[in-house]
């Protein structure tokens, strides 16, 4: 597990980097080529080729998307039906439930890379086989690691969004405390501040999220071969 190579590997490639974070923000579009598209970053990964794939051949990512929104029905149909029987069990029906959801996320993610490994839905759908690749030692390290230090940036990130929000709100809450009256302008100038900042912290959350999902994908395709 290289973790420098997992976070190098968004900006191998500025121009592909600007591309995909493009593509994720466009409704539609974004379900019919980002999927296909961490496929293609997974498959490239486990064949040691480090730099950040192109768009080329935009069919492919059609395909490959539609392929793991199937697959991802299948997997959600599945975890459904064995949380609802578990849920039903007196006691400890809850308990069961948290730790089936625990056992399936290793599973889906084992699942999608096997998708991107082969590229055929049916191996994907191969539970007993999938399963077997899910509890590696090694690729549970890998998740725990890349979804622990993506958890980490992220709220780093939400705390600094909040703190300048936050920041944005202080003529308000000063002239509150102190008793005065806040004018309309201030109104007016405060929500021109706040729509900015909601803006750039939507764009700040856009871009953060998907160099991470890319930085995820990668450390864990590192560990499934």
Same mark, same amino acid.
């Given at each position: ?68 929104? /199937? ?50 839905? !049916? ?6 086989? /999938? ?30 969004? !909040? ?22 302008? /201030? ?20 871009? /953060? ?17």
């Amino acid at each position: 597990m290289d973790i420098g190579t997992a976070f190098s590997k968004p900006f191998s490639n500025i121009t592909n980097l600007i591309i995909g974070i493009i593509l994720s923000i466009i409704p539609f579009i974004n379900i019919i080529t980002i999927p296909g598209y961490m496929l293609r970053i997974a498959n490239r990964t486990m064949n040691k080729k480090n730099e950040l794939p192109g768009f080329d051949n935009f069919g492919e990512l059609v395909v490959e998307s539609i392929k793991a929104i /199937v697959v991802l029905i299948v997997y959600v149909i599945i975890y459904a039906i064995i949380s609802a029987i578990l849920g039903f069990i007196p006691y400890i029906g809850g308990a069961l439930v948290v730790i089936w959801s625990i056992i399936f996320a290793f599973i889906a993610i084992a699942g999608m890379m096997t998708l991107a490994e082969t590229k055929s839905i !049916g191996a994907a759908l191969n539970i007993p086989e /999938v399963f077997g690749k899910a509890k590696s030692a090694k690729f549970i390290v890998a998740v725990i690691i890349g979804a622990i230090i993506a958890a980490v940036i992220m709220l780093i990130i939400l705390v600094i969004v !909040g703190a300048i929000f936050g920041a944005s709100m202080l003529p308000v809450i000063m002239a509150a405390a102190a008793g005065g009256t806040v004018g309309p302008e /201030v109104i007016m100038g405060l929500m021109g501040t706040l729509v900015g900042v909601g803006i750039i912290a939507g764009v700040i959350a856009i871009v /953060v999220g998907y160099i991470l999902d890319v930085f995820f994908v990668t450390i864990v395709a590192e560990s499934f071969k």
